[in-house]
Structures are given as structure tokens and as C-alpha cells.
């Protein structure tokens, strides 16, 4: 049975500008593709599926391959075994997009990590004087994500831990948002001349939401026009 997670919620092009990768290389996650005169099998798919839209748990998948790819260069190779160990181990699709693997589950994280030869510097989990931890990568992704029960109900786009906007699948068809509100719609009325406590009065936020919304929006043109440039 289709649940949230399999909800088709971006284009391909849209997904990777929110998660700020290129699209090629996000398509390359979810499609595999051709290097170097070899074919190589998708990561976040079983199989290519030969369609450029992304639900939401492949988006929020690729949000931890995003954060490893900022982080460390993680080879595909050992993180494509290292998935599919997982899927095979909890039994669902989207392994990542779970929250037992980071919670309970970790002695199952850490299985996959040796059976697929993934190098410790690129573990989820690492033992430390008999205890299972999260490491910084997969910490900062678990801690972007708005979990309800063990699926993800929200993502957090911004690097800032206190940033409140967020991308939910119940909401704004998926775009980036703070208390239902578009950080877009925000940052257009507030470029149109429109204050701070003004914005906040008309959409009943908070002024540090207005505030983040727009440090959100300001981040993301900034990052754009030098792409663009």
C-alpha cells in the first residue's frame, strides 16, 4: 500500500536545488548511469526507473547523501552495498528514510557497514567504549528531520540547528515554509517594501519565523545568482 513516502513530490531539477546538489549528480543517485565505459545501478533505487520526479522519501534520502557529500567524499561503490544491506535488513524501501537505523537499530547500521567494506571514516555509527554513537554526519541529518513515529514528516533545509522553516509533504506542496507560510511568499512581500513586524502581523508568525524565513530565502538566491554567474 502507497504510503507519504512514496508521494511524488518534486521534479528532479526542483529536489536538487533544494538540497543543493547539482542535478546531475542527484539524478546519478536515484538512476545510476554510465562512468568511464561502465554501468552502474542506481544508490537510492533498486533499479532506474527512467522518470526525473523524486518522492519524499527519496528526497529525504538524498538529504543524508547531501550531507555526506558536503562532509566527505563517500565512495559509491561501498555506499551503494551499504544500502542495499540495509534495505535487505530492515525490510523496507527506504532505509535511510527510517528512524530505527539511528535510534534502535544501529547494531544493524554497523553489520551493513563492515559486510559492505564501507571505510570507518564514512560509518553512520561508530562504537566508542561499547556504546553505538551516531557520527557528525548522520547526526546533523537525523537532526534535520522532523520524524513521526519512525517516518519523516519534515525536513529541515538550513544548515542553522534553530532555523523553523521546513519542508513538509502535508504542506505547501512540499516547498519550503514556515508556519504554513512560503518562505517565498515572505521574502517577495518584504523585497516588495514590506517590514519585518509588518510580514509577521499579516501571516500571524512569529518575527524570528519572518526572520528565517528570509535568511533561508537570502541563502538560497545568494547560492543561486553565483551558480548562475
Avoid: C
Amino acid at each position: 500500500m502507497a504510503t507519504v513516502l512514496d508521494r511524488e513530490m518534486f521534479s528532479e531539477a526542483e529536489a536538487a536545488r533544494l538540497l543543493r546538489v547539482s542535478q546531475g549528480t542527484l539524478h546519478y543517485w536515484l538512476e545510476g548511469g554510465e562512468r568511464r565505459g561502465r554501468e552502474y545501478k542506481p544508490i537510492l533505487r533498486t533499479e532506474p526507473l527512467g522518470r526525473r520526479v523524486v518522492t519524499w522519501a527519496e528526497f529525504v534520502e538524498a538529504g543524508l547523501l547531501g550531507q555526506y557529500r558536503r562532509e566527505k567524499n563517500v565512495p559509491m561503490a561501498e555506499l551503494r552495498a551499504f544500502i542495499g544491506l540495509m534495505r535487505e535488513g530492515l525490510g523496507v524501501p527506504y532505509p535511510l528514510a527510517d528512524r530505527r537505523p539511528y535510534v534502535i537499530n544501529r547494531e544493524l547500521v554497523l553489520r551493513a557497514q563492515e559486510s559492505s567494506g564501507l571505510d570507518p571514516e564514512f560509518h553512520l555509527v561508530a562504537q566508542i567504549s561499547g556504546q553505538l554513537i551516531l557520527t557528525a554526519p548522520s547526526e546533523k541529518f537525523y537532526e534535520r528531520v522532523d520524524w513521526d513515529g519512525d517516518s519523516p514528516a519534515g525536513w529541515r533545509p538550513a544548515e542553522d540547528e534553530a532555523s523553523t522553516v521546513r519542508i513538509r509533504p502535508s504542506a505547501r506542496f512540499g516547498r519550503p515554509a514556515v508556519g504554513g507560510i512560503s518562505t517565498a511568499a515572505i521574502w517577495e512581500q518584504e523585497d516588495s517594501g514590506e517590514d519585518v513586524e509588518s510580514l509577521a502581523n499579516l501571516y500571524e508568525l512569529s518575527i524570528a519565523d519572518v526572520r528565517w524565513a528570509l535568511a533561508y530565502e537570502n541563502s538560497r538566491r545568494a547560492e543561486s545568482a553565483r551558480s548562475a554567474a
